[in-house]
C-alpha cells in the first residue's frame, strides 16, 4: 500500500533563509509525487510536481523539490524564505500501479516563518 | 484555466437534516472527482472517488448511505452528507481530474461544515 510521511509536525525558519520540508514516500510501483500548500480555511494550492525526468522539480512561489529515488524522498525546498510562505504544507503521492488516481496524502508540515 | 468551484463555502445546520456540497470544474471537464475529509490540524482523507455517470468508490470505514456522492456530468459533483451529527463537523475538500490528465488534479476550496 501506498504511503507518505512527513516527520515533522512543525519547521521553523527566520525570513531570508533557506528552507526544507521533508518528505518521504512508499509505493509498489513508479511514484507520482506532489506538493501542495494551504492557508486557513481554503482548499490545496498546487505548488509542484515530479512524475519523470529531472530529479530536480521547480514549481510555484520559489519552491522547488528534490526527487531521491534510493532514499524515498521528495524534500520540499525554497532558498529564501518568505514571512508569507507561512502556511500549512502537504506532500502527496500517487502509485502509478494503483491504476485509480487516488491521492494519498501526509500528515502535513506546518511551516512558521519569522520576520 | 483549472478552476473547481465548491460552494457552499462553509454551512452551519441543525442535526438531522441534511447538506448538499457542490464541486463544480468551470473550465474543464472532469471525468473523475474526489471527495476528502479534514480534521483540524489533521492531513485530508480520502472519503470517495466519483466517476461521471458511474456509482461513487468509497474508501474503507466511509458510510456510502450517509455520505451521498453524485456526478451527473463532468462538471459537477455533490456530496450529501445525509441525517447530519456534530461529529460530522469539519472541512470537506473535493479536487477534480481534467479529462485525459493523469497528473494535474484541482482542488476546491474547502466547506466547513459545523453540526450543531
Known amino acids: 500500500a501506498q504511503s507518505v510521511a512527513q516527520p515533522e509536525d512543525q519547521v521553523n525558519v527566520a525570513e531570508g533563509n533557506p528552507l526544507t520540508v521533508k518528505c518521504t514516500y512508499s509505493v509498489s510501483g513508479n511514484p507520482y509525487l506532489f506538493w501542495y500548500v494551504q492557508y486557513p480555511n481554503r482548499g490545496l494550492q498546487f505548488l509542484l510536481k515530479?512524475?519523470?525526468?529531472?530529479?530536480l522539480v521547480k514549481g510555484s512561489y520559489g519552491f522547488e523539490a528534490e526527487f531521491n529515488k534510493s532514499q524515498t524522498s521528495f524534500h520540499l525546498k525554497k532558498p529564501s524564505a518568505l514571512v508569507s510562505d507561512s502556511a500549512l504544507y502537504f506532500c502527496a503521492v500517487r502509485d502509478e500501479d494503483t491504476g485509480g488516481f487516488k491521492t494519498i496524502f501526509g500528515a502535513g508540515t506546518r511551516l512558521f516563518v519569522k520576520a | 484555466g483549472a478552476v473547481v468551484s465548491q460552494h457552499p463555502s462553509w454551512v452551519i445546520c441543525k442535526s438531522g437534516t441534511s447538506v448538499k456540497i457542490e464541486c463544480r470544474s468551470l473550465?474543464?471537464?472532469?471525468?473523475?472527482m474526489f471527495w476528502y475529509r479534514q480534521f483540524p490540524k489533521q492531513s485530508l482523507m480520502l472519503m470517495a472517488t466519483?466517476?461521471?455517470?458511474?456509482?461513487?468508490?468509497?474508501e474503507q470505514g466511509v458510510e456510502k448511505d450517509k455520505f451521498l456522492i453524485n456526478h451527473a456530468s463532468l462538471t459537477l459533483s455533490t456530496l450529501t452528507v445525509t441525517s447530519a451529527h456534530p461529529e460530522d463537523s469539519s472541512f470537506y475538500i473535493c479536487s477534480a481530474r481534467r479529462q485525459g490528465d493523469n497528473y494535474g488534479y484541482t482542488f476546491g476550496s474547502g466547506t466547513r461544515l459545523t453540526v450543531v
Open positions: 473550465d474543464f471537464q472532469a471525468t473523475t
Open positions: 515530479y512524475i519523470t525526468g529531472d530529479n
Open positions: 466519483s466517476n461521471e455517470g458511474s456509482k461513487a468508490t468509497y
